[in-house]
Structure formats: C-alpha cells, structure tokens
C-alpha cells in the first residue's frame, strides 16, 4: 500500500486550521493540536520542520503560537509533502540521493518517473488556500 505518513496528515490538519483563522496573532500549539485532534508533542515536531522551510513562523513569548508563514495561496502540498515525508520518490531508482544504478537499463523505471511525475504535479497544484 502505497500511502502518505500520519506526519504529512497531521501537517496539513494543522495548516488548515491556521490558515482557517486567517490571524496576524499566532495560535497557541495546545489550539491546534486540541481543534486538530492530535498530539501537542507530535504537532511540535511537525510546526518544527515546518518553521524551517518558512511553511509556518513559531513565535515566543507567553503570547507566543504558530502562524503560516506565507499566505495559504502560496503554500503547495508538494511543499509540505517533501518537508513531511523528505522528497518524494514512488520508488527507489528516483530518490535524489542513493539512486538504483540500474535505472539506464530498467524498464519500469520510466513508468515510475512518469507516475511520480504525475504525482508531484498534482501537488504542486494544490494549494492550502484549496483545502479551506
């Protein structure tokens, strides 16, 4: 079974309900993670990743949360996808990294890089903005 993680589920969960708010105030991680239906623990390491690729900005202080760090037109699933999951390969002959040595020889590995193809356009094309 072909299937993203729980961690690319609850990121998406979780941008949604701050794009949802639309807030210039941040939003408490206990907030989202309760709305959400997931772990506080968890949803931290989540924003964690996210706040490195500027997906969302963590704010400090006793006011302090989570809001998006770009508006939601602009953020792709393929980005959070790739952030979540680190890239996206359907099989291992088209990882970036410790690619198969036998994709010039293979033939499947074009009908793999034509579905992953597939795949990543989709995602590419839908933005956050569309899941609200």
């Known amino acids: 079974m072909l299937q993203i993680t729980r961690q690319t589920e609850y990121a998406i969960r979780g941008l949604q309900e ?3 708010r639309d807030s210039v105030k941040p939003v408490q991680l206990k907030v989202i993670a309760q709305t959400c239906g ?3 623990a968890f949803l931290a390491k989540i924003f964690q990743m996210l706040s490195q690729q500027d997906i969302v900005k963590s704010h400090r202080g006793v006011k302090g949360g989570f809001s998006l760090g770009r508006p939601p037109e602009e953020i ?3 980005s959070v996808v790739e952030v ?12 970036a990294i410790d690619a198969c040595d036998r994709q010039m020889e293979c033939q499947i590995s074009e ?3 034509t579905a992953q193809e597939a795949l990543v356009a989709a995602l590419d094309q839908t933005k956050l903005s569309d899941l609200l």
Request: charged fraction near 25%.
């Open 84 to 95: 979540c999951e680190g890239g996206i390969a359907l099989n291992h002959c088209l990882r």
């Open 76 to 78: 792709t699933l393929r």
């Open 18 to 20: 701050l794009a949802k």
């Open 38 to 40: 997931v772990s506080e």
């Open 111 to 113: 009908a793999w890089r």
